[in-house]
């Protein structure tokens, strides 16, 4: 599936394009993978419209993005056939591996009871992000408030969890009754507000009622601006996302005063700076996620086709958790 | 001068109004001081608009602000006749001292070459203020690149000489060219942009070939964004003021998803969280100004009734260093 124009607002028909192309030929020191999933991820919408901290996806290449794959034939000596591995296969069938590919993929080990598509989602990236965010940036203190926005998405609900192990009380902001309950009920969130309600911003201040010490942004925009408004001073705003932003002309815009008038601090981060201490976040995570301590949900769309839908769902909400496009 | 009217945009006439009325009687454990100088400051905006992090002055109420005064009568047992003083006299030519200050006054010493106006300027609150905001939150280290907005002002030229002190290469932003004339002649700053020329951004990439490491933010909106566009990777933004914003209906905003990119820090901070700590700032610069390493301006208004436009010449950017009005 290739970029053939750059979206504007959510992805329209003709902005991604499948073709049929020939299986590439298999040489000395390659590897061929079958795809199986495709992790659909908000940040894929910016790698469409605009260089940022990756160039821009040209116009005309396969699109970037992070999936799933079985090695089926192999010249490659690190791998072998059968191999699960994941990584930066692309939005296509078969992804062929070289010698020198410029982000490597990771094998996957097999685990009782663990489903391979984890490790795109809550033991993937996804949590990686969630865990290096949280633990290493906001270093979430028992006993502090916590707000997660997007708190029902792939990042934000491995965040909010991570913040409950760590003894916090958690706030997740979502926008829908059923995003809400889940993160309530099942995740174990302190509690959820729903930002569609008209009343939201009294119900995050009536479940902040020590304030916020630390905020975990995903969103931007008017949600961000109320989590600040109820910030403690001194308070840690880690920034991850601004998904608010991503499918509209102008980028997510804020409103910076508060920011003076409560001695905030605020950290911009990438998951891509940690990719030397992924294994510890992975073991950190998996531990959890054994301890049944994690949990996750994963929003699955079938067929490569449906990979610009399964996108644009990010972008109106229709999703829970990780969002994966089963090939 | 009492605030009669929450100004809308610049100062009108009737939002700030001069009366006379009796000057108050010294009673027992009281002292009466005659204001000489009063200190003109963005953040006094702020305080007729809207509460902040001080209550926004009543309307009816003697306008905030601070002052340096002279006792002329004392049955205050901390005060004597002559002591000059400094704090928040508020606009008025005549200051009641209570037992009970709300905001202690500090005596101000007699030293030889030094005007006893510095210490409402470069040994005072915004040289107090720039102090903190480099020393304790931007932490500037040899080498690096630092970059000033609203350099000219009385906390922004103060920040810039600090960082020259502490070794780094220093770039102002201000609006005309004999600010940016005074900057790099006279205070030492490697360079100075005036961003009222079409091509300065051009000059500030220009200016800062190496990109930007530190950021002392005094202005937000354009010129922060375009800051954070020079900035380096893990880049600090010390913000210190949103004097864009403060005349406008709608609050400074900025773009935020450079911050991520960039995986940038920013902190906001208020002076007012260091009182404890103003004599270690005070020695510190008053050191740096005997060694001919600090350098000040004032831009001096004569006649309390012209307080209004001494205010707006902060954001018609008419002043240079510290104003202040002569009463």
Redesign the interface.
């Known amino acids: 599936m290739r970029l053939m124009r750059r979206p504007k607002g959510m992805l329209a028909e003709g902005d991604l394009v499948l073709g049929e192309e020939a299986v590439p030929e298999v040489r000395e020191g390659q590897a061929l993978a079958r795809v199986k999933y495709l992790s659909v991820d908000p940040t894929m919408r910016v790698w469409m419209a605009t260089d ?2 990756l160039p821009a996806v040209k116009i005309g290449e396969v699109m970037r993005g992070g999936g799933l794959a079985e090695v089926i034939e192999s010249r490659h000596p690190q791998y072998k056939k059968g191999d699960k591995i994941v990584g930066m296969t692309g939005m296509q069938e078969y992804v062929l591996i070289d010698a020198q590919a410029k982000m490597p993929y990771q094998k996957i080990p097999s685990i009782p009871f663990v489903s391979d598509t984890l490790f795109l989602g809550a033991l993937g990236v996804t949590g990686i992000t969630a865990y290096f965010g949280m633990m290493d940036v906001g270093k979430p203190q028992k006993g502090e408030t916590v707000v997660v926005s997007a708190a029902a998405g792939a990042t934000g609900s491995v965040a909010g969890q991570i913040a409950k192990i760590q003894g916090c009380r958690v706030v997740g902001i979502a926008g829908t009754d059923e995003k809400c309950k889940w993160l309530t009920e099942e995740l174990g969130f302190d509690a959820a507000v729903n930002y569609k309600h008209a009343d939201w911003k009294e119900k995050l201040t009536a479940a902040t009622p020590n304030g916020v010490d630390l905020n975990f942004e995903n969103v ?1 925009g008017e949600i961000m601006e109320a989590v600040l408004s109820r910030m403690n001073l001194h308070g840690r705003v880690v ?4 998904i608010s ?1 991503y499918t509209k002309e ?21 998951v891509l ?1 940690y990719v030397s201490r992924f294994t510890e976040a992975a073991t950190e995570l998996g531990k959890w996620k054994m301890m049944g301590k994690l949990k996750d949900k994963q929003t699955v769309v079938e067929g490569l086709e449906k990979a610009p839908e399964a996108i644009n769902m990010l972008f109106t909400g229709a999703n829970m958790g990780k969002t994966l496009v089963k090939i």
């Open positions: 940022s901290y931007g920034l991850c996302g601004f932003g102008e980028p997510a815009q804020a409103n910076l005063g508060m920011l003076i008038v409560k001695r905030l601090k605020l950290q911009g981060f990438l700076d």
